[in-house]
């Protein structure tokens, strides 16, 4: 048993000194060789928070990998992993934390290399400053610019100009100035509300902690003390958030909506409206652990309960009654993509806010940025490392901020649902009001009765299968049976579709899956009209399969994969197109340069090595009698 | 019992609410999002003073229900013997069901550090260990108490770290991990590791530990204890396992731990703090950091990046 009681008496003055009231996240950012990792590895040596055995394993490091001679480079200090060690560069975003009697910091380290936006787009995204390292030979570049709009784009309000290498141009003040004036007019566009800049060596130690005695002309405040001063950004006039994260049920008596405060202030007996499902109720009890709370702010993980009974989920949003969130299905966005597979408009993504997770579809984005000029330019799709603006719609609704409001109920990321990657990052604009304002017209004639009145009952026959794998033979054979038996019937044939509705699409995956979103939903209508809908397209992509599938009712979808092996298909090469495509005359062919995914729980699969056309076609009666739709 | 827990009086509640206040909301809220995602999640308790602070962050997140999930040791049967009766104590007291898990082929061949020396005792009775208990119980994602500011390839690591089938880890092919935002998907068969401390310094922990009274082992403050001294490092002798070298005789100094792991390999430090604030003045003053006493550290300057990416926590 320790006597702590009595030391801790004597604590609080070191306690005060020490715990500091608050953090600031703040992040570094700049082209190769402007200094970051020096600048960070000198904030942690001037703060002391580099230890003896650290210092002298960078000693070692230093002659080993260094680029100072027999100085100590800062940089190795920070770049961690042992291949970046030896090629002398940071390649990924590294945390690192130092504090002084102020307040806390957590940097991040972000890359300066062109095809590392994601990096640095990672690392602002908690950050709530920026500093820009421009150095002091090589004043604003394309990539001061890019990372100047990034950190914008993020959210960031504040940025530090950190021009550098100040000791490499004899401290000149003409030249500092020059940079700084050649900077100042992108905040037309960037709009940040404080731009700081600050002449410095982070190498040599000028003006670091305290005023440099080689730039005497400069009369600003050294680069720790504005880290020290500057708001450290809570999200203080938001109206109350609070998504529900999870929801704790011991048993019957206790239901908590756990989650962490994403605005405002949340107080016992507020009056709170519950979204999306719009439901009022008032916080009866806030809680962290077994603690109760009269009020909790922002940033706080918590714990309430409410009055009354509500069935409130994980992806639901408590917000302030008076000031509830808005919500939509629809949205613009600004999109930053972040994975090596281009986004493909038309597909499927899984949309993941901070507590919910849907399905999204993107639209073609409406531009890309040229983010080292701020231009405009149109786009098909968004590559890795592209920043775009896009619509999107979600399969329901959800509760949200436009991004510019409050940074953690407006962002989202998008999953790719096969690789499981995060594909890309998103802040919402705002609601598209067009989900609004275009209403379902109601019929009083459905498509039961439709069908009903033709004596059938409407379906899509999905043929899926590579090129000459006999899709088209088989549904033509199909078409006239059925014809014969009095059905009505529609064939679209993939060659045929785009000829007109789809001619102007290619062959490049993007168009592939907007051919078959097209196709789909033309297919969707011939249903609501009562036909039986035969669709013959190669398809090759599980994934809009599936999206056709979800377009339709329950068992209104029939996948038919024709099954015949790559090396038949291209035996028979009954258009010729596989000799093209071997020869390279003809691109994006599937089967040989575009993949075809297989169904993997088609209802038919005809094995076309086994049977003919017409056994084939026969087969898919026989399957319909007995699933009752003949 | 009481010798077991370094207890310390409260300081004050408000103001620790400020200090810690984003720290604990960050670490219950990747907590509570496990317990959301995850299909059979495991709490690694490894009994030290960062487990400790998870532990008590896991228990604040899902009160007044207990934490849905279940807590398992990797014991190396080299841990401080104060380690192993503290750890049953704290898990009877809560209440928690803990697994325990051994090496059986590395038990078999008596594996140890000063047989197998410390690389191939680390390789085969932690890592190995570890990647056994997580394929025996399908546990698809791991909590750890690894902090970033523990090392460099640390400092890189996400909070929610992807390991493939085979539990590696790939420092150029990380998720991006943006806002609070965290993707949990993956494939059967692959795993993620979860650090719930990934923003802690070593001084937050001991701070925490102060305001919220958190008990740890009292490793944690010095005392006499029986040591020699190896190559510059105190080593207590716990256990009559350890073989004395000619002319080596324990003797008693007042010493503290850092950090616990395997008694071999855990240097002890001088000390005289034998509380909790008395440690963390020490701490402030301290010039070395709190991996020094590990000696597997030491093994190569990418020592750690090397464990980790072949499964090590």
Known sequence: ?630 | MSGFYAEAASADKDRSTAAFGSLEAQAIQIFREVAAEAENPVFLYSVGKDSAVMLHLALKAFYPAKPPFRFLHVDTTWKFREMIEFRDQRMAQLGLDLLVHTNPEGLADGVGPFTHGSARHTEIMKTEALKQALDKHQFDVAFGGARRDEEKSRAKERIFSFRTGDHRWDPKNQRPELWSIYNTRKQPGESIRVFPLSNWTETDIWQYILSEDIPIPSLYLAKERPVVERGGTLVMVDDERMPLKDGEEPRMEMVRFRTLGCYPLTGAIRSQATTLPDIIQEMLVSTTSERQGRVIDADGGASMEAKKQAGYF
């Open chain 1, 1 to 630: 048993m320790t006597d702590a009681g009595v030391s801790a008496k004597t604590l609080p003055a070191c306690l005060d000194q020490q715990v500091a009231e608050d953090t600031l996240r703040l992040i570094t950012c700049g082209s190769v060789d402007d200094g970051k990792s020096t600048l960070i590895g000198r904030l942690l040596y001037e703060s002391k928070m580099i230890f003896d055995d650290q210092l002298a394993a960078l000693g070692r490091d230093s002659r080993k990998f260094g680029t100072q001679g027999d100085e100590i480079d800062f940089a190795l200090l920070v770049d961690g992993l042992a291949a970046e060690r030896e090629q002398g560069i940071t390649i990924d975003v590294a945390y690192r934390y130092f504090s002084t009697r102020a307040r806390k910091f957590i940097v991040a380290d972000t890359p300066g290399h062109e095809e590392y936006t994601r990096n640095m787009a990672t690392g602002a995204s908690t950050a709530s400053l920026a500093i820009i390292m421009i150095d002091a030979r090589k004043g604003v570049l394309a990539q001061t610019r890019r990372h100047a709009f990034i950190a914008s784009l993020l959210g960031i309000r504040q940025i530090v100009l950190a021009v550098n290498k100040m000791d490499m141009i004899g401290y000149a003040r003409d030249r500092f100035e020059s940079i700084v004036e050649d900077f100042m007019p992108l905040n037309e566009v960037l709009g940040f509300d404080r731009i700081m800049p600050v002449p410095l060596s982070a190498l040599v130690g000028d003006n670091i902690i305290s005023p440099s005695g080689n730039m005497p002309w400069y009369e600003g405040p050294a680069l720790l003390p504005i880290l020290e001063t500057v708001d450290a950004g809570k999200e203080g006039r938001s109206p109350l958030r609070l998504p529900v994260q999870y929801v704790i049920r011991p048993n019957q008596d206790f239901r908590g909506y756990a989650g962490r405060i994403a605005g405002g202030v949340l107080k016992q007996g507020q009056a709170v409206k519950i979204l999306p499902s719009g439901k009022t109720s008032s916080i009866k009890s806030i809680a962290i652990g077994d603690a109760q709370m009269q009020a909790a702010a922002t940033g706080l993980s918590v714990t309430v309960t409410l009055d009354g009974e509500h069935d409130i989920s994980r992806g639901d949003m408590i917000t302030d009654a008076e000031s509830p969130a808005e919500t939509a299905d629809q949205f613009r966005a600004k999109l930053i993509w972040m994975d090596d597979r281009p986004m493909l408009p038309g597909r499927a993504y899984i949309f993941r806010t901070e507590t919910a997770s849907l399905t999204a579809t993107l639209a073609k984005p409406r531009y890309r940025l040229n983010v080292n000029n701020y231009e405009r330019m149109p786009a098909n799709t968004l590559a890795l490392n592209d920043i775009g603006s896009c619509n999107l719609s979600l399969d329901r609704k959800i509760a949200f901020d436009p991004y510019v409001e409050n940074r953690a109920t407006g962002a989202f990321i998008l999953i790719d649902p096969e690789t499981n990657a995060t594909a890309g990052a998103g802040m919402i604009d705002f609601a598209l009001r067009r989900s609004h304002n275009i209403h379902w017209q109601a019929t009083d004639v459905d498509k039961d009765q439709r069908a009903a009145a033709k004596n059938q009952r409407s379906c899509v026959l999905w043929f899926t299968g590579l090129s000459g794998s006999g899709k088209s033979t088989i549904a033509n054979i199909l078409e006239k049976k059925l014809h014969a038996m009095a059905r009505h019937t529609m064939i679209l044939d993939g060659d045929n579709v785009r000829h007109g509705l789809n001619r102007d699409l290619g062959f490049t995956d993007a168009d592939r899956v907007e051919n078959i979103r097209r196709v789909s939903e033309v297919a969707r209508l011939m249903v609501e009209a009562g036909l039986i809908t035969i669709v013959s397209f190669i398809s090759p992509f599980l994934a809009e399969r599936k999206m056709a599938r979800a377009m339709m009712a329950d068992g209104e979808f029939v996948e038919i994969f024709v099954d015949t092996p790559l090396a038949e298909a291209e035996r028979r090469d009954v258009k010729g197109l596989y000799k093209k495509a071997r020869a390279g005359t003809l691109k994006n062919f599937t089967g040989i340069d575009s993949p075809y995914e297989a169904p993997e729980h088609a209802e038919i699969t005809l094995p076309t090595m086994e049977m003919d056309a017409e056994a084939a076609a026969d087969a898919i009666i026989d399957w319909m009698k007995a699933h009752h739709y003949l």
